[in-house]
C-alpha cells in the first residue's frame, strides 16, 4: 500500500495564481485532513472531511477549498495565492471505524512545501 | 479542546531512556492523550495513546497521572533516529478526529 499520497511535492507560486494540491489515500480511509506547518510551527488544520461529500472548515480555512467526491481523493485548492500561504502543506487520513484494534491515529503523508512569491 | 505545556527542548543520550513530560492540567473525562513525532519535516508520526491507564506498544510508554492532568511519555532506549520534535495533543473522542498541534518538544538524542 502507498498509503498517502501528496503531489506535488515543491511548487513556487506567483502572487494571485491559483494551484491545486492533490492528496489520495489507498487505504479506504473515511476521514481525511489537511493541515499547514509554518517554520517552526506545530501543524494547523485547514479543512477536514469525514466521507465522500461532506467537508468541514478547521482552523485557518480562509484563502482555500476542499472537495471530497470520492473516498480517495480530497484535493485542497488556493484560489488567490498570497505570500502568507508560503508553508508545508500534509494530508492525513484515519479509518472512521470504531473497535478495539482502532487506534484513532492519522496517516500523514511527505508534505508539499508551497513558496508563494 | 484542553490545551497541553510540553518544554520547547530536551537532550538525551544514546542508549538513555528518554522522558518527556505534557502538563494538560484542563483535560476532562472524554478526551484522550496522543503522542505523535515529526522528524526532519516528514509528515507526523503516530506512537502511542491513552485514556486513563499507562498504555505501552513496540515504540514506547506512555505514563498517565491518576488525575489526568499531566503524562510523561518514555522511549526506553534512545537512538539517533529518535532525533526528532514531539507533540502531546489531548483529543475529545467527539472531535471527529482533529488534532490541534502545538509546538511540541524537539529532543536532540546525542552519541
Known amino acids: 500500500n502507498a498509503g498517502v499520497t501528496q503531489t506535488p511535492k515543491f511548487r513556487i507560486l506567483k502572487i494571485g495564481q491559483s494551484m491545486t494540491l492533490q492528496c489520495t489515500q489507498d487505504m479506504n480511509h473515511n476521514y481525511m485532513y489537511w493541515y499547514r506547518q509554518d517554520p517552526g510551527m506545530g501543524l494547523k488544520l485547514i479543512y477536514y472531511?469525514?466521507?465522500?461529500?461532506?467537508?468541514d472548515k478547521g482552523e485557518v480555512p480562509n484563502g482555500y477549498n476542499v472537495s471530497r467526491s470520492t473516498t480517495e481523493d480530497f484535493p485542497l485548492r488556493l484560489e488567490l495565492a498570497a505570500p502568507s500561504q508560503t508553508s508545508v502543506y500534509f494530508c492525513a487520513s484515519r479509518t472512521g471505524t470504531s473497535g478495539r484494534k482502532n487506534t484513532g491515529e492519522l496517516f500523514f503523508g511527505e508534505g508539499s512545501r508551497l513558496t508563494v512569491l | 479542546d484542553a490545551k497541553t505545556t510540553q518544554p520547547p527542548s530536551m537532550d538525551c543520550a544514546e542508549g538513555r531512556a528518554a522522558n518527556l513530560p505534557c502538563n494538560h492540567s484542563?483535560?476532562?473525562?472524554?478526551?484522550?492523550v496522543y503522542w505523535y513525532r515529526q522528524i526532519h519535516s516528514q509528515g507526523p508520526q503516530y506512537i502511542i495513546h491513552?485514556?486513563?491507564n499507562n498504555e505501552t506498544n513496540e515504540m514506547a510508554s506512555l505514563i498517565i497521572t491518576e488525575d489526568r492532568k499531566s503524562s510523561t511519555l518514555i522511549l526506553p532506549h534512545a537512538t539517533l533516529r529518535d532525533t526528532a520534535v514531539y507533540y502531546c495533543i489531548v483529543r475529545p473522542t467527539d472531535s471527529w478526529g482533529k488534532l490541534q498541534f502545538g509546538a511540541g518538544t524537539q529532543v536532540v538524542v546525542t552519541p
Open positions: 484542563t483535560i476532562s473525562g472524554n478526551e484522550y
Open positions: 491513552g485514556l486513563k
Open positions: 472531511s469525514v466521507g465522500a461529500g461532506i467537508t
